[in-house]
């Protein structure tokens, strides 16, 4: 079946480096991916998506490609921020929908001053 | 953009007990779902809240094992039933306004 992977964490950082949070997916048909983001203490929210392959997705500094052949949809962002520190999820959605999202394990991130 | 409250926001309850878990959201959706998170493992999709009829579980998810209420088009109950240990995870309420937004969740620890 459908599956997302996601690289493990925590990923600690200082302010101002660089990102990557590496994500590919399993998946019959043409899914939709998705980046989430959970700050603590609040409900998960869409950072940035991509409907179809080659697209980019971007939102708040950060940017995640569709790469089908590589199947992968790696977050990145040049230079992070204290205020950054989440729970990051990769997720994917059957048929271009929004329901019945697949997530990833989730990463989190800690960036220090 | 949808604003979604879930409460309670935790809670620790003993083995064989129920808990009911509320989502209410601050204008009408036409879908809500119900996500389980279990410690240090992604997010699963328990079930779509249907507005006047049963909820559609995902395998491996039971109705009687987890009701689920969906009396209004703002508002939809969880209940985790007879509970054990293996069911302390964090339970998630989301909605479909264009796109999917999310409670903060109710962490659930069964003793």
């Known amino acids: 079946g459908d599956s997302v992977t996601q690289m493990e964490g925590p990923v600690t950082l200082s302010e101002e480096a660089f990102l990557t949070i590496n994500c590919t997916y399993t998946?019959?048909?043409?899914?939709?991916l998705f980046w989430y983001v959970q700050y603590p203490g609040e409900g998960l929210q869409l950072l940035l998506k991509?409907?179809?392959?080659?697209d980019k997705g971007s939102n708040k500094g950060f940017e995640a490609t569709y790469r089908k052949e590589t199947t992968s949809f790696h977050l990145e962002k040049g230079s992070v921020q204290v205020s950054d520190s989440a729970v990051y999820f990769c997720a994917l959605g059957g048929n271009g929908g929004y329901n019945k999202l697949i997530f990833g394990a989730g990463t989190r991130l800690a960036v220090h001053p | 953009s949808a604003v979604i409250s879930q409460k309670p926001s935790r809670d620790i309850c003993q083995r064989g007990t129920s808990l009911t878990i509320q989502c209410q959201v601050d204008?009408?959706?036409?879908?809500m779902f119900w996500y389980r998170q279990q410690p240090g493992q992604s997010l699963t999709l328990i079930a779509t809240a249907n507005q006047g009829s049963e909820a559609t579980y995902e395998s491996g998810f039971v109705i009687d094992k987890f009701p689920i209420s969906r009396p209004n088009l703002t508002f939809s109950t969880l209940t985790v039933s007879n509970m054990s240990p293996e069911d302390s995870s964090i339970y998630l309420c989301?909605?479909?306004?264009?796109?999917?937004?999310f409670g903060s969740g109710t962490q659930l620890s069964v003793l």
């Open positions: 991509a409907t179809k392959a080659d």
């Open positions: 998946a019959t048909g043409y899914p939709s």
């Open positions: 204008s009408q959706v036409t879908m």
């Open positions: 989301s909605v479909q306004d264009r796109e999917l937004f």
